[in-house]
């Protein structure tokens, strides 16, 4: 089957973690559609710029609209943002046929109805999709699970960390004490801000995405000027102390409510108990709670911002075509790759199994025990991470000694402990515990 081709207009830094995720990604890419993604033409004003990222791979235009005019040009992906120019070439790329993809919330939350009716009337009828996964939370596949995973759901309401900037600066300004403008610029200097930070500040960035999880949780138009918006600048740093004092902690939240006389869609500054998760979702992190009547309460947490984790939303939705536009045999497979792609890649035996661990012994409480216990771990390669030794209680000649190793090969460990199981002076067997980072 044909590649799906396709033309990337703007090529910053989302557009250049696009091309980098799917040129790197290609062949598992491959596997799971059945057919290649190929970015064939790039426009951008900064051509030298958009050379540098792509090479000899995509022809590099200055002219957007060669991109939209070209015919073998399948869908359009606009990086552009803003409401200006970005809104002319979408409409126009809908007009020419072409299928959408955008990371634009700004342009969905105010212009949204206007370009999905003109979506659905294009190709005389026909349709062409405008998908925005990475609209909403960067890389969390939030709009996918609002249109398909809870689908079944009536859903209650959505609430999110949604604007990692006014997260980061909130998370700066409760850890270090910063005031409000330090954390903004350091927030600026790692690039979570939107051009106009006053929209980050202001709540607006929040707005413009929870009104769009807004219509897609409840089936209602997109509604950015009916949403409040209430932004961190007002926010005193002794609140969020006092907050913190009574057991709370202060998130700019977007929240989508259905109430019984209709929908709350709002951004402000919200108390959260801080044994809620969300309530820790500290940094730039994102993090959105969506409830269903079948479903209950659930979690969904990420990177909101940023070149790859953005990146991986706008193929994610270009995968979504090239599926649905291919044979019907290719549209999305039960198990998500296509099933005479699938690898036979052996589940490893546990014994192969890198990670690190948690041991415990029970020690006779003399001289030389631990030198014992690690000379044998070492001649298996097992490096130490950490030891406690607990002191042996009064009138006891016995203690634990507890360690903590660095990753190494279970089939060692276990080669390991039948040695120090068999010293006279571990009283019983270890205690082995697997221990994982998930950093
Ligand atoms: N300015 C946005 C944020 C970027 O801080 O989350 C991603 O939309």
Redesign the pocket.
């Given at each position: 089957m044909k590649a799906l081709k396709v033309g990337l207009l703007g090529i910053g830094t989302v557009g250049s973690g696009v091309f980098t995720v799917l040129t790197r990604n290609q062949e598992e890419i491959v596997r799971r559609t059945g057919r290649g993604i190929e970015i064939s033409m790039v426009a951008d004003l900064d051509t030298a710029r958009a050379s540098a990222v792509v090479g000899n791979a995509a022809a590099v235009v200055s002219d957007a609209r060669a991109v939209i005019a070209n015919p073998e040009i399948d869908v359009v992906i606009e990086l552009i943002g803003g409401y200006g120019i970005a809104k002319a070439l979408v409409l126009e790329a809908i007009a020419a046929g072409k299928h959408v993809v955008t990371a634009n919330?700004a342009l969905l939350a105010v212009h949204g109805d206007e370009i999905f009716s003109a979506a659905a009337k294009a190709r005389n009828g026909a349709g062409v999709m405008v998908l925005f996964e990475a609209a909403v939370a960067?890389g969390i596949p939030i709009i996918k699970t609002l249109r398909e995973g809870l689908t079944a759901n009536r859903i209650q309401w959505v609430a999110g960390i949604?604007?990692?900037?006014?997260n980061?600066i909130l998370s700066e300004m409760r850890d270090k004490g910063q005031d409000f403008a330090t954390a903004l610029k350091a927030?600026q200097g790692l690039g979570?801000?939107?051009t106009d930070p006053t929209?980050?500040i202001e709540g607006v960035?929040a707005a413009h995405?929870v009104t769009l999880m807004s219509a897609m949780a409840f089936g209602i138009p997109v509604q950015f000027d009916k949403a409040y918006v209430e932004g961190i600048t007002k926010l005193g740093a002794e609140d969020i102390k006092y907050a913190e004092q009574l057991g709370y902690r202060i998130k700019l939240l977007g929240i989508a409510k259905r109430v019984e006389s209709g929908i709350e869609l709002r951004v402000h500054p919200t108390l959260i108990p801080t044994k809620r998760l969300i309530a820790n979702v500290e940094g730039?992190m994102?993090a959105v709670m969506v409830q269903g009547d079948a479903v209950g309460t659930t979690l969904y947490y990420g990177k909101?911002?940023g070149s790859e984790p953005?990146a991986s939303a706008v193929v994610a939705d270009l995968v979504d075509i090239a599926r649905m536009t291919g044979n019907a045999s290719q549209a999305t497979p039960a198990l998500a790759f296509q099933p005479s792609s699938v690898s036979a890649l052996p589940i490893l035996p546990i014994e192969q199994v890198v990670t690190s661990f948690y041991l415990r012994m029970r020690v006779a409480d003399e001289a030389g025990v631990l030198a014992k216990v690690t000379g044998i771990l070492a001649e298996q390669g097992i490096s130490i991470d950490a030891v406690i030794q607990k002191e042996a209680k009064d009138g006891e000649n016995q203690t634990d000694l507890i360690i903590l190793t660095h990753d190494c090969v279970e089939g060692k460990v276990g080669m390991a402990l039948r040695q120090v199981e068999a010293l006279s002076s571990v009283l019983g067997s270890v205690v082995k515990i697997r221990k994982e980072e998930l950093a």
């Amino acid at each position: 089957m044909k590649a799906l081709k396709v033309g990337l207009l703007g090529i910053g830094t989302v557009g250049s973690g696009v091309f980098t995720v799917l040129t790197r990604n290609q062949e598992e890419i491959v596997r799971r559609t059945g057919r290649g993604i190929e970015i064939s033409m790039v426009a951008d004003l900064d051509t030298a710029r958009a050379s540098a990222v792509v090479g000899n791979a995509a022809a590099v235009v200055s002219d957007a609209r060669a991109v939209i005019a070209n015919p073998e040009i399948d869908v359009v992906i606009e990086l552009i943002g803003g409401y200006g120019i970005a809104k002319a070439l979408v409409l126009e790329a809908i007009a020419a046929g072409k299928h959408v993809v955008t990371a634009n919330k700004a342009l969905l939350a105010v212009h949204g109805d206007e370009i999905f009716s003109a979506a659905a009337k294009a190709r005389n009828g026909a349709g062409v999709m405008v998908l925005f996964e990475a609209a909403v939370a960067g890389g969390i596949p939030i709009i996918k699970t609002l249109r398909e995973g809870l689908t079944a759901n009536r859903i209650q309401w959505v609430a999110g960390i949604i604007n990692g900037t006014t997260n980061f600066i909130l998370s700066e300004m409760r850890d270090k004490g910063q005031d409000f403008a330090t954390a903004l610029k350091a927030a600026q200097g790692l690039g979570y801000a939107e051009t106009d930070p006053t929209f980050d500040i202001e709540g607006v960035d929040a707005a413009h995405k929870v009104t769009l999880m807004s219509a897609m949780a409840f089936g209602i138009p997109v509604q950015f000027d009916k949403a409040y918006v209430e932004g961190i600048t007002k926010l005193g740093a002794e609140d969020i102390k006092y907050a913190e004092q009574l057991g709370y902690r202060i998130k700019l939240l977007g929240i989508a409510k259905r109430v019984e006389s209709g929908i709350e869609l709002r951004v402000h500054p919200t108390l959260i108990p801080t044994k809620r998760l969300i309530a820790n979702v500290e940094g730039a992190m994102n993090a959105v709670m969506v409830q269903g009547d079948a479903v209950g309460t659930t979690l969904y947490y990420g990177k909101g911002a940023g070149s790859e984790p953005t990146a991986s939303a706008v193929v994610a939705d270009l995968v979504d075509i090239a599926r649905m536009t291919g044979n019907a045999s290719q549209a999305t497979p039960a198990l998500a790759f296509q099933p005479s792609s699938v690898s036979a890649l052996p589940i490893l035996p546990i014994e192969q199994v890198v990670t690190s661990f948690y041991l415990r012994m029970r020690v006779a409480d003399e001289a030389g025990v631990l030198a014992k216990v690690t000379g044998i771990l070492a001649e298996q390669g097992i490096s130490i991470d950490a030891v406690i030794q607990k002191e042996a209680k009064d009138g006891e000649n016995q203690t634990d000694l507890i360690i903590l190793t660095h990753d190494c090969v279970e089939g060692k460990v276990g080669m390991a402990l039948r040695q120090v199981e068999a010293l006279s002076s571990v009283l019983g067997s270890v205690v082995k515990i697997r221990k994982e980072e998930l950093a």
